[in-house]
């Protein structure tokens, strides 16, 4: 199964396909030109991928430096910068080599910004090896590290030459990084595809899950192809993807990222936002309790515990999506049916 984002010069493949892992140098030396590459990936995923890949890459001729960072959000931010900057010029990667983003959404956000940055830009590739990258930030080319203040708040837009996505590494997430990935999977269902919703909702298990995750995950992408090519820099209909995303970050940043995963900030974010909209009148009281009978389903939380509703506003109000004092939130008509609705943070004072 594979894809393409047409974005002119900035086009590229996404390649999905069950041990595609196995094939990563051969895709490299058929649609890319390199001497050196960069591996950049953390603890967890170079020690189960990182050996096979780098040894099957000098197989072919790439001379090949390694970069192996502590696993987790902490890592996405200013201070891993300089250590991975030096590394590459000792390295001597040249503007004509090539960065591996091996890793989750943290590691591909951050390969992504020190590609965006290094030499003032140097040609990556994503292999995401979490769901949640696979299905949502490793399409779209949006990198970045986080500040104390907000997540994603220093950043640009640098595409990927390329997205190779192999869903039998899903094999090896532990049961809450799967459920992390399935949030996003559901916000792709709530805001574009009623079907992706529907299917989700009558899957019977783990097992069928997993026998139709290659399927989900290239609607998911076929998705964010389709929303990328329509506004590459996120000022309208990109912004759906956001989907509770406004209160999910502001979440995971009030707890230091050690409480509640992206997924699982999102999925709490989804229903709380849908629940304070049906309360305004805004939306149907039905659709946020589909949502949060799906997240049950998912074994993902819902609601907001004892939070400091004050602190998380103010971190709202940071949010790259308040602009112009106004607040750009993501509503549903319906499962499948999302629109942009221009708020202010006095929004959420009925959490």
Not at 17 to 23: D, V
Not at 81 to 102: G, H, M, Q, V
Not at 269 to 277: D, F, L, R, T
Request: net charge negative.
């Amino acid at each position: 199964m594979n894809l393409k984002v047409n974005l002119g010069e900035n086009s590229y493949p996404i390649y999905i396909e069950k041990g595609a892992l196995n094939r990563l140098s051969s895709l490299i030396k058929t649609d890319l030109k390199a001497e050196k590459i960069a591996i950049i990936s953390d603890e967890n995923v170079y020690g189960i991928y990182g050996e096979n890949i780098k040894t099957s890459l000098e197989e072919v001729g790439y001379k090949v430096e390694s970069i192996v960072l502590p696993p987790g959000e902490k890592t996405k931010s200013f201070n891993t910068l300089p250590r991975i900057y030096n590394d590459l010029l000792e390295f001597k990667l040249t503007r004509s080599d090539l960065i591996i983003a091996l890793g989750g959404g943290v590691i591909g956000d951050l390969a992504g910004f020190v590609a965006s940055t290094f030499l003032r830009g140097v040609p990556f590739i994503q292999v995401p090896t979490s769901l949640l990258a696979q299905v949502d930030s490793s399409v779209g080319g949006k990198v970045g590290v986080d500040l104390e203040k907000g997540k994603n708040l220093v950043g640009s837009f640098y595409h990927p030459r390329m997205v190779v996505i192999d869903p039998d590494v899903l094999n090896t997430l532990s049961d809450r990084f799967l459920r992390d990935g399935l949030a996003e999977v559901i916000k792709y269902g709530c805001i574009k595809d009623k079907n992706l919703f529907e299917k989700l909702k009558n899957l019977k298990d783990e097992e069928d899950l997993m026998n139709n995750i290659e399927s989900i995950i290239f609607t998911c992408c076929d998705i964010k192809r389709r929303v990328v090519e329509e506004d590459e820099k996120d000022t309208g209909e990109r912004m759906l993807l956001n989907f509770g995303h406004t209160l999910g970050h502001a979440i995971e940043q009030y707890y230091n990222y050690e409480k509640y995963s992206h997924g699982e900030g999102v999925a709490i974010g989804m229903y709380e936002i849908m629940k304070v909209a049906a309360k305004k009148s805004l939306v149907n009281y039905n659709v946020s309790e589909e949502i949060r009978e799906m997240l049950i389903k998912y074994r993902l939380p819902y609601s907001l515990e004892s939070e400091n509703k004050n602190q998380l506003i103010e971190a709202i109000k940071l949010d790259k999506k308040f602009l112009n004092n106004a607040l750009n939130l993501i509503l549903l008509k319906g499962i499948g049916e999302s629109y942009i609705y221009k708020t202010k943070d006095d929004f959420f004072e009925s959490l």
